[in-house]
């Protein structure tokens, strides 16, 4: 079992930033990639991921833009949203995808923390 708690949403204005952040407990060694994931009204976007092994990608519309990362230290990943578009609004999770018993993975999500950029 895993948990997903994020953090560090908020009203920012077009052009700030924000650093979200995920942080995971329980069997916290079964994880094999975490990601980002936004939903607003009528979208729903894969943001980020990350492997176990620090490999990232990202959503061509966030590109330059967003950077993905961990800090295994304190199981926590973040992401760093810099250049906020009123089109980032959305209310983001946090994902985690396990290797579970008989071969299978688990996946789990966080509650998620709202992001909204407006003047």
């Known amino acids: 079992q895993v948990q997903l708690v994020e953090s560090g949403g908020g009203l920012v204005q077009p052009g700030g930033s924000l650093r979200l952040s995920c942080a995971a407990s329980g069997n916290i060694f079964s994880i094999n990639r975490m990601g980002w994931y936004r939903q607003a009204p009528g979208k729903r976007e894969l943001v980020a991921t990350i492997?176990?092994?620090?490999?990232?990608n990202y959503a061509d519309s966030v590109k330059g833009r967003f950077t993905i990362s961990r800090d295994n230290a304190k199981n926590t990943m973040y992401l760093q949203m810099d250049s906020l578009k009123p089109e980032d609004t959305a209310v983001f999770h946090c994902?985690?995808?396990?290797?579970?018993?008989?071969?299978?993975?688990?996946?789990?999500w966080g509650q998620g923390t709202q992001v909204t950029v407006s003047s």
């Open positions: 994902n985690a995808v396990t290797t579970e018993a008989m071969g299978r993975n688990g996946v789990y």
């Open positions: 492997t176990s092994g620090g490999s990232t």
